[in-house]
């Protein structure tokens, strides 16, 4: 499907193409669009993660900060917390299979990423 068609058919849903501000989907955009929702998709985008696994591959996020976009992904139903029932405390963390749907969308622009990102900040930083 081309841009132009799928511009057309989001169209059908959003008349102006962005959601209008009372839209539900705004607000689960900038969930798993924020800084660390994104980064903690992709880290549990092909593997089950324990809590200091998880810290380390997001590298630069606070305990705080994963606690809290943890929570707002198991709430939005992205991420499932498996709490195992041992000596010490042993949590996991995983997509579901709704965030695994989400992810299927959200490769491509890791992998466009990947392919821009330095070239980008490099013509940033020479003007």
């Known amino acids: 499907m081309s841009v132009s068609e799928q511009v057309r058919a989001l169209r059908e849903v959003f008349p102006t193409v962005a959601p209008p501000a ?3 989907s705004r607000i689960v955009l900038d969930h798993v669009t924020s800084k660390w929702g994104f980064l903690v998709i992709v880290a549990l985008a092909d593997r089950t993660l324990r809590w200091g696994e998880l810290r380390r591959v997001v590298e630069g996020v606070s305990e705080k900060m994963l606690a809290q976009t943890l929570q707002t992904l198991e709430r939005d139903g992205l991420v ?9 405390p042993h949590v996991e963390y995983r997509l579901t299979e709704r965030g695994e749907g989400l992810v299927e969308r959200m490769l491509p622009l890791v992998e466009w990423l990947a392919e821009n990102a ?8 020479a003007r």
């Open 80 to 88: 499932h917390r498996e709490a195992l029932p041992v000596v010490p």
């Open 118 to 125: 330095q070239t980008i900040v490099d013509e940033a930083a």
């Open 22 to 24: 009372a839209c539900p």
